[in-house]
């Protein structure tokens, strides 16, 4: 499931102990992470938007994209690797890109993606403010488990299925690479 997250820290004084405690959580979880400056400079937020040090941890659960809860001085939550490719952008939508992230858990399990759901709801209400998560499954939205475990089949089925047709379903002679994932998708779509 993808989640897509923004928001920023309540206060820059929280950031050490946010920090401190999903390093606890990874590390009991046997998580890898890694923390970026775990205090700001004086425990306040700059007023200016500056895109060369950053605040806050990466973590990453097994089978699973990194996460990153990650801010700027002025205390929004950022995702590093969009900084890279849009901080000189002039271009204003482009520049909002930095502001979310997008992590597929699908692959991690339900109860993972269930974990991870349950501790940004933690974290959201202890350190964040404005902060907004999507949940393909459904289950930061609802809390429905059976709807989340319904969701995690039907992604699970359409990737064995795609995976079926391209395993038994060579691409024709000629066949550019367009139709043949058209043709791919047309078989999948004609299994469910």
């Not at 992590?103 to 759901?117: D, S």
Request: aromatic fraction near 14%; include cysteine; charged fraction near 25%.
């Amino acid at each position: 499931m993808n989640k897509m997250n923004s928001g920023k820290l309540k206060q820059a004084d929280l950031l050490t102990d946010l920090t401190e405690e999903i390093v606890d959580v990874a590390e009991a979880h046997h998580w890898k992470f890694h923390v970026f400056n775990s205090a700001f400079p004086d425990n306040t937020f700059s007023k200016e938007t500056v895109y060369d040090k950053l605040y806050g941890i990466n973590f990453t659960p097994q089978n699973c994209e990194t996460i990153s809860i990650v801010f700027l001085s002025n205390g929004k939550m950022v995702c590093p690797a969009r900084i890279h490719f849009f901080a000189s952008s002039e271009n204003s939508e482009e520049q909002s890109y930095i502001y979310s992230n997008s992590v597929k858990t699908q692959y991690a399990g339900i109860q993972t993606h269930q974990v991870i759901i349950l501790f940004f709801r933690y974290l959201s209400n202890k350190y964040f403010d404005d902060f907004e998560l999507s949940d393909e499954s459904g289950y930061w939205e609802t809390n429905d488990e059976e709807k989340m475990k319904k969701q995690f089949q039907i992604y699970n089925r359409l990737t064995d299925d795609f995976a079926l047709a391209f395993e038994t379903l060579p691409a024709k002679e000629g066949e550019d690479i367009f139709t043949y994932l058209e043709r791919l998708m047309k078989n999948v779509n004609d299994l469910q």
